[in-house]
């Protein structure tokens, strides 16, 4: 395993090795001793193609992820909200499938999304903290400000993500 460092301080690509043979393959995730992450809670996402979730973050009880796709191909955004931070605002975009040989490690401070770019694309996230519905907000997919180059323009969505706050509007609360 190595990790790789992106533009955005604490935003990190795992590589891991990938051992395939006839029936497949096996990939390591995560070893402790590369991050030292308290991850509490994972969980798994099911999207048929062209479904966007997020994208989301939590204000208050902030969580670091760790995402990895396990069926699959997406096209996975984050968005700096660390008001202090150099890269605030700043986009980090990249397609992820079951074939990469890494995973996205995605440090406190970001709203996360995702548009499933397969059929259907199964994506498993370590939590750094439990989800809290009281200071999770959705960040608007399309919001000018941002100018995200989502692959599909008419995405499947959530009635929450759907509605998103805009970026001008987090700022504001972030202050």
Not at 27 to 40: A, G, M, R
Not at 168 to 174: A, G, S, V
Request: proline share 2%; glycine share 4%; with cysteine.
């Amino acid at each position: 395993m190595k990790i790789i460092k992106t533009r955005i301080k604490g935003l990190l690509i795992i590589k891991s090795k990938i051992y395939n043979d006839k029936r497949g393959f096996f990939k390591e995730v995560i070893k402790k001793k590369i991050l030292n992450e308290n991850f509490k809670f994972d969980c798994v996402s099911f999207s048929k193609k062209k479904t966007l979730r997020g994208l989301h973050i939590q204000l208050k009880n902030s969580q670091a992820k760790l995402i990895t796709v396990s069926h699959g191909k997406i096209f996975d955004v984050v968005v700096d909200l660390r008001i202090k931070s150099k890269t605030f605002g700043k986009i980090f975009a990249i397609n992820m499938s079951h074939k990469s040989d890494f995973s996205l490690f995605i440090p406190k401070g970001f709203a996360h999304g995702f548009q499933c770019l397969s059929n259907n694309c199964v994506v498993y996230y370590k939590n750094s903290s439990y989800q809290d519905i009281k200071s999770a907000k959705t960040l608007n997919w399309k919001d000018p400000d941002l100018n995200i180059k989502w692959p599909y323009k008419k995405p499947i969505l959530s009635s929450k993500d759907r509605f998103g706050l805009s970026f001008k509007d987090i700022k504001k609360i972030l202050k």
